[in-house]
């Protein structure tokens, strides 16, 4: 059996829930020899020390060209409430991350994972899930050879250590639906972050052409690494 050449990765939002676990899930990885990082601060992680660890803290929306890589893993995201209007809201979730993936893409990236979110459609009623579905559409249009893009329900994991803003409607949505989880449907049942770093990975680890969307009911079937 002939090895996988080493690939390079670029993740954006690795001081996020998602983007934390890519990050310790890439650098384990053996499949990638280099993982480029871009973030607005500075990275409060062992691995920051790795030599296959290269990190570019600064302005996301002011990035100079991104270096080139092969894989790009996309896990940014904000609230409305967070980010303070609708309009700062769509910036973030919907223009930066169109922008950053065109760099990549620009910069010879073949392959795409991003997070979106549960009832993800650009012709919803409700704005957030339009403008993750506006984002969806955007993406498919940049000519990546593969795409995947994961929509999970509400997100499981500690951001109190990540120094995250409270959200405090996922909060109570998570205490309540904590009782229920042996009866809830799978597609709205809350899903840890690991899952999603994992899913993303092993998507783009496996290869393959097109676009793959991975429900959150899908999330609940793959092993987290430990």
Known sequence: MIASPPRSALLAGATGLVGRELLSQLMQDD???EVHVLTRRPLQAASIHDGKLHVLVGPLAAAPL???VD?????????IKVAGSEQAFREV???LV?????MARQAGAQR???VTAL????KSRLFYNRVKGETEDALR????ASLTIVRPSFLTGDRASLNQPDRPGEGWALKLLAPLQRWLPASIRPVPAAAVAAAMRRSLRAGGEGTRIIESRQLHDAPIPT
């Open 93 to 95: 979730d919907h223009d």
């Open 141 to 144: 249009g940049l000519g990546f």
């Open 119 to 122: 009832g993800a459609d650009a």
């Open 31 to 33: 499949l990638y020899s």
């Open 66 to 68: 991104v270096p080139r």
């Open 71 to 79: 894989d790009v893993y996309i896990a940014l995201g904000t609230t």
């Open 98 to 102: 169109v922008h950053l993936a065109r």
């Open 112 to 114: 795409l994972a991003v």
